[in-house]
Nanobody, 115 residues
Framework: QVQFVESGGALVQPGGSLRLSCVAS????????MGWYRQVPGKQRELVAS???????NYADSVGGRFTITRNNNKNSVYLQMSSLKPEDTAIYLC?????????WGQGTQVTVSS
C-alpha cells in the first residue's frame, strides 16, 4: 500500500498561481499513470490531470492550458503547477494512480480561490 502526502495548497486570489506537490512513500516508477484529483463536498471526485511514466500529460477540459502536471520518478513525486486560478478551482486536491487505488488516498491539500 502506497501512502501519498500532498502539500502546497493555500488561499489565493483569482488569477493567482500555486504549485502542489505529492510525495509517495515508495517508488512510483511502477505506476504507469499518476494523477491529480480534486474533491468538492457533495460532488464526485474529478481527475484534473494525469501523467504517464515517460512524462506525457493529459488534462481535463476544465483546467487545460492553466495547469501543468509533471513527475519525478527519482523523487517519488508528482507536481501540479496551477495558474490563472478561478473560484471554481476551489477544492481538496489529492494524488493517486490513474485509475486510483482506493486504499492509497491521502488527506489531500486544500486550495481556496477567493478574493
Amino acid at each position: 500500500q502506497v501512502q501519498f502526502v500532498e502539500s502546497g495548497g493555500a488561499l489565493v486570489q483569482p488569477g493567482g498561481s500555486l504549485r502542489l506537490s505529492c510525495v509517495a512513500s515508495e517508488s512510483i516508477s511502477c505506476i504507469y499513470v499518476m494523477g491529480w484529483y480534486r474533491q468538492v463536498p457533495g460532488k464526485q471526485r474529478e481527475l484534473v490531470a494525469s501523467v504517464t511514466r515517460p512524462g506525457r500529460p493529459n488534462y481535463a477540459d476544465s483546467v487545460g492550458g492553466r495547469f501543468t502536471i509533471t513527475r519525478n520518478n527519482n523523487k517519488n513525486s508528482v507536481y501540479l503547477q496551477m495558474s490563472s486560478l478561478k473560484p471554481e478551482d476551489t477544492a481538496i486536491y489529492l494524488c493517486n494512480s490513474d485509475p486510483p487505488t482506493e486504499t492509497d488516498w491521502g488527506q489531500g491539500t486544500q486550495v481556496t480561490v477567493s478574493s
